[in-house]
């Protein structure tokens, strides 16, 4: 009987049989998006073409439309490669091949070659959901106060490689995600994302616990991407990224970066009322539960801009005047 290999959401490499494909499948472990091999295969192939059959019930669903219909199904990803440059404020720079798309927020351009255009488009781009998904989609992001275009740039020329980059917005790193090793989902706090391969969805995600809406930092607006190509998220400071297997991690609510599907996450006290009110980490705390992978910032922006805010002289701040003997004087001579 034939034996396949899979990766799951922890990027391990497991085993299992032809006749045990189809209960990984209905368990949720085995996705569409997810990577198989078997032997006298070349390399990895997502499970959606080389075990389609396992995951159509009824009759069999119809191919993809065209790429000239206008729109791109999710998990069908333009192919692009990248280079991260930079240290503490750093940028990405995404290579292009002729065709080759990649979608951005606003404004997080840096540099284009030639033969790169870009043009807003309202939404991501993908088309999923008609027009009806359009308009909530559109809906959700005027809502939560999110841009309604995404800037497409793409390789317009009929050869070579170009290259377009994309700056992070405030001092952090900058982390590229292969979405289809995490079962082709990923949800992050709101504003964390920064650019991705054409083909992935871009959504909002509301966050139905009260709890975790209320004090989670984030509120209940999340973001959803989905898809099997790349995308890069931005975080705080330094990131640090940890596997649950099962177990129960306590993170400061503005720390969390994003997480993928298989983690529950909720909001608790943070100790008794002492702890709470004197401890200095705030009245809650963010609890994630289960098995999954979850990224943590060092610095929110949050906390950064608060230390700003609290020493800025306009805002009620004391100045130093950087040691000066002239203080307040030598502001008014140098013009500050």
């Known amino acids: 009987m034939k034996t396949w290999i899979y990766v799951d959401a922890s990027s391990r490499q497991l085993s299992v049989r032809e006749d045990q494909i189809g209960s990984l499948v209905a368990s949720g472990q085995l996705q569409p998006g997810t990577l198989t091999w078997s032997e006298g295969m070349e390399g ?33 990803s333009h192919e692009i490669d ?32 030639e033969d790169i255009t870009f043009e807003a488009k309202m939404g991501d781009g993908t088309g999923e ?22 800037t497409h740039f793409s390789h317009s020329g009929r050869s070579g490689k170009r290259r377009v980059a994309f700056a992070a917005p405030y001092p952090g790193r900058i982390v590229p995600l292969q979405l289809s090793e995490f079962g082709g989902e990923i949800l992050c706090e709101k504003g964390a994302f920064l650019c991705a391969a054409h083909g992935t969805a871009v959504s909002v995600a509301f966050n139905r616990k009260l709890g975790a809406g209320l004090f989670g930092g984030d509120g209940f607006i999340l973001q959803r991407l ?14 640090v990224r940890r596997e649950l297997r099962g177990e129960c991690l306590r993170v400061d609510t503005g720390c969390l970066v994003a997480m993928t599907k298989g983690v529950d996450y909720d909001i608790e006290r943070a100790g008794g009322l002492k702890s709470m009110f004197f401890g200095g980490e705030g009245l809650f705390l963010a609890t994630l539960r289960g098995h999954g992978t979850v990224w943590l910032q060092s610095l929110p922006f949050s906390r950064m801009a608060d230390r700003i805010l609290a020493h800025a002289p306009s805002a009620g701040g004391k100045s130093t005047g950087e040691g000066s003997v002239l203080g307040g004087l030598g502001n008014l001579i140098d013009g500050d």
């Not at 989905?226 to 990131?239: K, L, N, R």
């Open 44 to 76: 990895w192939v997502p499970a959606r073409e080389t075990l389609g059959n396992h995951f159509v019930s009824g009759p069999k669903a119809p191919p993809p439309l065209p790429p000239d219909h206008g729109r791109v199904a999710v998990g069908r």
């Open 82 to 113: 990248y280079e991260i440059h930079g240290d503490d404020m750093q940028l990405v720079e995404v290579e292009l091949d002729p065709g080759e798309t990649v979608i951005a927020e606003a404004g997080a351009m840096c540099y284009m070659e």
């Open 129 to 150: 959901g008609g027009f009806l998904g359009t308009l909530k989609n559109i809906g959700r992001r005027v809502i939560t106060g999110e841009s309604l275009f995404m």
């Open 226 to 239: 989905q898809g099997d190509g790349m995308a890069f998220i931005h975080s705080g400071g330094a990131i």
